[in-house]
């Protein structure tokens, strides 16, 4: 039988070769695919397995009160992570770690559980127990070291300094306000290690170094906050109020040598206060000023040579407004007072009566003069500015109602910004909270202070001053006098309106005292709020008292030489 033509498997044997060749060729063109025009993005997946970024935060740069004390510092802690993939064991390392962690396992293991190559196990802790961590040597278990913000002055100013937080950027308060001043640049750690976690000898490494962040010198001076604190806090607390605001302030620039909030809080467990307290109610709340506003009132009547502090003014015991009847807060029969007395004693009555003669449109002219319808403009976030409604929009009654400083709201920094203008020769300036930089070099920057705006004249606000210190003399805030030492001020007593804005609360008040001293060379200026008091309403009785104390040792600390 004769065999087959071997030349017939030919083709198949052809196409065979050709199949070869073209896998060949595919395989290759793969190859050379994803070696040159992919070799980029696998080599990044690569790094991504063995490869660690660690981001090297900056230390917080410190707060200092104005004498250099420390306020805000950061402290150096500790921070464990783990790279889930290299823990062999999770439970056996979870139950190690929870102890020492103060963690519950089931936490750990769900961080484990991760599908990324890093996750953070605790932040800032104390270094002590990072160091037990790292003695036991768990693959996968890493440290690092980290700064945390700390304040040694504990509820000291808490409101006005604010806090930051766990990644060390300013939360509230000058920490919030200063924060891109404060918070500094990171650094970055790059480094490719091997399974164990080991660096790979010559891998990538990369190592940039974290900037600390500049230093600011406030204007606060931690011993008249501690004493403005202790002494709001004590007229709280006795007189059963709700809260209490205290304000110390230079008159001639602006600085702020204490703004105290009562309640307040530690600032290093801040996450564990109300809401509430948190807020620094002097500039981020209005109040209405009551009868401190009487002070605005009169200055402008003197101002536009309406009245003399000698010009008398027969005042009946009530007088009536559109569709209000305004009296005294103490009951009296009719009688002649001048304007200087009006101020002093603190009468309805004549305020109203100045008013009307100034008319809607002076008064209210005054009123933005004096900076009691804009912000102040200080170095504070949130801060509101308060409301004193345009004389188109006035009521019968409102003539009646904002000359003895109802109707209207203010922050109580404006209303300390608007008594200092009195005190300083009639110039506003505007507070602030901070007065240097310090920059990473250690150069000091230094903050340029308001040159302030004319508001009054030199002679009304001399007029002003005799008739205030006289209000301390022989009116209403005797309470207020210190030994050896001139001072001028003015009482408030002010209902409290609803919320709805309609009407006052019953029984309820805000009590004040704001004034200066010395009265030749005014340095000093203060202003005490005891809000919603339940034994009391008079700002006389329960502000005066804690003004007095605040301003004596504010005297003396300062050094300022006594006038008689």
């Known amino acids: 039988m004769a065999r087959k033509p071997i030349v017939k498997k030919e083709p198949r044997l052809l196409f065979l070769l050709l199949l070869f060749i073209l896998a060949f060729l595919v395989i290759g063109a793969r190859l050379v695919f994803i070696q040159v025009v992919q070799a980029k993005k696998y080599k990044n997946i690569a790094l991504k397995e063995h490869v660690r970024h660690l981001e090297l935060p900056p230390a917080r740069g410190m707060i200092y009160d104005r004498e250099g004390e420390e306020m805000a510092i950061s402290v150096e802690m500790a921070t464990v992570y783990a790279t889930p993939y290299l823990i062999k064991d999770p439970r056996r390392v979870s139950a190690k770690l929870a102890p020492l962690l103060n963690m519950r396992k089931k936490r750990l293991l769900k ?79 790059i480094k490719e290690i091997d399974p164990l976690g080991r660096p790979i000898p010559g891998g990538v490494f990369k190592f940039s170094p974290s900037r600390s962040g500049k230093s600011v010198v406030l204007t606060l001076d931690r011993d008249i906050q501690y004493q403005a604190q202790q002494k709001l806090e004590k007229a709280v607390k006795d007189f ?62 003197l101002e536009e040579n309406i ?11 009530r007088i009536r407004v559109a569709d209000r009847v305004i009296k005294e807060a103490h009951e009296r029969g009719g009688r002649t007072f001048t304007l200087s007395q009006i101020v002093s004693k603190s009468s309805n009555v004549g305020a109203v009566i100045l008013g009307i003669k100034l008319g809607k449109n002076k008064l209210y002219k005054y009123i933005e003069a004096f900076g009691l319808t804009e912000q102040t403009k200080v170095d504070f976030p949130g801060e ?13 009654s409102s003539i009646g109602n904002i000359p003895f400083g109802q109707g209207l709201s203010v ?31 250690g150069e000091t920057r230094v903050l340029k202070k308001d040159s302030g705006e004319k508001v009054i004249s030199s002679q009304t606000a001399k007029e002003m001053r005799s008739i205030l210190e006289k209000a301390v003399l022989e009116g209403t805030g005797k309470a207020a006098q210190v030994p050896g030492y001139r001072v001028a001020g003015k009482t408030g007593t002010a209902q409290k309106p609803k919320k709805n804005g309609v009407g006052y609360e019953p029984g309820k008040y805000a009590a004040s005292f704001i004034g200066f001293a010395p009265l030749r060379d005014p340095q000093i200026a203060i202003l005490v709020i005891i809000d919603e008091p339940e034994k009391g309403m008079y700002g006389g009785t329960l502000a005066a008292p804690a003004f007095k104390e605040i301003m004596q040792f504010s005297l003396h600390h300062l050094r300022i030489a006594p006038e008689k």
């Open 111 to 189: 961080k484990f559980g991760s599908d990324t190559g890093f996750v953070y196990l605790a932040r800032k802790i104390d270094q002590k127990k990072a160091q037990k961590i790292q003695d036991l040597k768990i693959e996968g278990i890493g440290v690092v070291k980290e700064s945390k913000r700390y304040y040694p002055i504990g509820s000291l100013a808490a409101q006005t300094l604010g806090f930051a937080g766990l990644d060390n950027k300013g939360l509230s308060g000058l920490e919030l306000y200063y924060d891109k001043v404060l918070q500094g640049k990171p650094g970055q750690l």
């Open 240 to 301: 059963g109020a709700k809260n209490g605001i205290a304000v110390v302030m230079n008159p001639k620039t602006g600085d702020i040598y204490a703004l105290a909030n009562a309640p307040s809080f530690n600032l290093n467990h801040f996450s564990q206060a109300d809401e509430e307290i948190l807020r620094n109610k002097a500039i981020t709340d209005t109040f209405e000023p009551g009868s401190t506003m009487k002070v605005i009132t009169a200055a402008a009547a």
């Open 307 to 317: 009245a003399q502090p000698q010009s008398p003014y027969y005042l009946p015991p």
């Open 384 to 396: 509101v500015k308060g409301y004193t409604p345009p004389p188109d929009k006035w009521s019968g």
């Open 411 to 441: 922050t109580p920094l404006q209303m300390i910004m608007a008594i200092s203008t009195v005190a300083n020769d009639g110039i506003s300036v505007r507070p602030r909270l901070v007065s240097r930089i310090i920059e990473n070099d």
